[in-house]
């Protein structure tokens, strides 16, 4: 998907139409959910050219995985690389994506308390998750579409997780299939659970990545329809290109096609996923089951024959409920602040759900994670793992699998320096006591 002709044309049109919208000039820009489109970019008003010529030269737009710094710079470089519509699609959050930057800011409220005088030569990052150990606590996230990003999507994301040792989880739209990723990954991947209002298309799903060896069905519970992606509707506006000339779907919004239509109807989009493939998708007109309900779960739990987590919980009072119905482990997640405008970061939410799990089975968390230091809050308050999502879309969309495998490489070296400052040799060792917070 990289590699567009019409793609510089477009973004400058994208650039000309935000220049001239009287949000850039207004109070209210450093707010606008344009932000997130615009963010790193060095704007100082004046002609739209000199904006464009600005962010087309940056030097803080890396060329290489290699001239990065830290994760945020494959930000500028995926936007460079992507179509304004697919970078909207990557960006969003809702309303006006608040829920996205609480995310982030949440860690700043957390304070790290280092030990001095503990010998850290040895450190050591490794985890355990149901019986398997992995070498460092940061997990891939599901992302939908991934082929949006990169040609290769998530395959190259496999590659990188192979290489790196990562566990990978896999979206349901993701945009090659279980086998093809777990063969790229070279192990077992996780599979994320979008059910659909038709039981059987869910549970075939849920058979045909047990199949493939998917330890673990992970079902994602935080998303009903509707949820208000401005970022994403402005991108699709400014970009004028006919979705049709690169790919076949004329869907908006990717997950909303427009029903019906002779193109856009969404059955018809389900079946395009390589998931769906060879089901009768026929009834399908949800992603989510209907109604999506602690009943479902229990039937949910009946039939998945591994590990099930659910993925969205953000409340003491749902992770209680989840253990009472024999779920395996809980992803704290607001979908990346995707869903609803909640202002609640991720990290303050899972404090409440560590407590309502009360040891019984493991929490991870995501949302807003972009430093080592994130990763290491995290796991003080009580994450067994930590979810990574846009920073590996980033490196994907500029790099391929070399982005991705920097973006992860480069946590990794995050945690370890921020481990062994704190004299934390293991992460068992990550305790409470290593954060002051004034998250509730
Ligand atoms: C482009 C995009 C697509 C996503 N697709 C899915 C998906 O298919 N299933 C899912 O459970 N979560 C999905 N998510 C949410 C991520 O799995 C994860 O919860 C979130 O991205 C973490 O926040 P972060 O991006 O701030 O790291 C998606 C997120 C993004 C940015």
Request: proline residues 5%; hydrophobic residues 40%.
């Amino acid at each position: 998907m990289n590699g567009f002709g019409c793609q510089t044309e477009a973004r400058r049109r994208f650039l000309r139409m935000l220049i001239s919208s009287p949000l850039f000039a207004g109070s209210h820009f450093l707010g606008s959910p344009l932000t997130n489109l615009l963010a790193n970019n060095v704007v100082t008003g004046g002609k739209t050219d000199s904006v464009l010529d600005t962010i087309e030269q940056s030097d803080s737009v890396i060329a290489s995985p290699d001239e990065a710094l830290n994760v945020m710079d494959f930000e500028p470089a995926a936007r460079k690389a992507l179509p304004p519509a697919h970078f909207g699609y990557l960006a969003t959050g809702v309303d006006d994506d608040g829920t996205v930057r609480a995310n982030t800011e949440g860690y700043s409220r957390i304070q790290i308390r280092p030990r001095r005088l503990v010998d850290v030569e040895k450190v050591d990052m490794s985890v355990r998750l149901f019986g398997t150990t992995w070498s460092s606590p940061i997990v891939i996230c599901p992302i939908s579409d991934q082929k949006a990003f990169h040609a290769e999507g998530d395959i190259a994301v496999a590659r990188a997780a192979r290489a790196k040792d990562h566990l990978q989880i896999i979206s349901t739209v993701a945009t090659s299939s279980i086998e093809e990723v777990t063969a790229a990954r070279g192990a077992p991947v996780w599979q994320q659970l979008y059910p659909t209002n038709v039981w059987e298309v869910g549970r075939a799903i849920v058979k045909r990545a047990e199949k493939a060896g998917s330890p673990a069905i992970v079902f994602t519970v935080d998303l009903q329809e509707g949820s208000n992606r401005e970022t994403l509707f402005r991108a699709e506006q400014a970009d004028k290109r006919k979705c049709t000339a690169c790919h076949q779907s004329a869907y908006t919004g990717y997950a909303r096609p427009k029903p019906g239509g002779a193109s856009g109807g969404f059955a018809e989009f389900v079946a395009r996923n390589p998931m769906f493939e060879g089901l009768d998708v026929s009834k399908v007109t949800s992603f989510r089951p209907i109604p999506m309900d602690w009943t479902f779960v229990k039937r949910l739990r009946d039939t998945v024959s591994v590990k099930l987590l659910i993925k969205g919980i953000v409340t003491r009072e749902d992770a209680q409920i989840a253990v009472e119905h024999g779920v395996d482990g809980l992803i704290v997640s607001n979908h990346g602040g995707r869903a609803e405008e909640t202002l609640r970061p991720t990290i303050e939410s899972l404090r409440e759900v560590v407590e309502g799990v009360e040891g019984k089975i493991p929490v991870l968390v995501d949302g807003g994670i972009r430093r080592g230091t994130d990763v290491f809050k995290a796991l003080a308050l009580g994450a067994t793992a930590v979810g990574i999502g846009r920073p590996e879309a980033w490196g994907l969309a500029a790099f391929g699998q070399p982005g991705v495998e920097a973006v992860l490489e480069m946590l990794r070296r995050e945690l370890r320096t921020i481990m062994r400052q704190a004299g934390t040799t293991s992460v068992e060792r990550i305790t409470r006591s290593y954060v002051v917070t004034r998250v509730s």
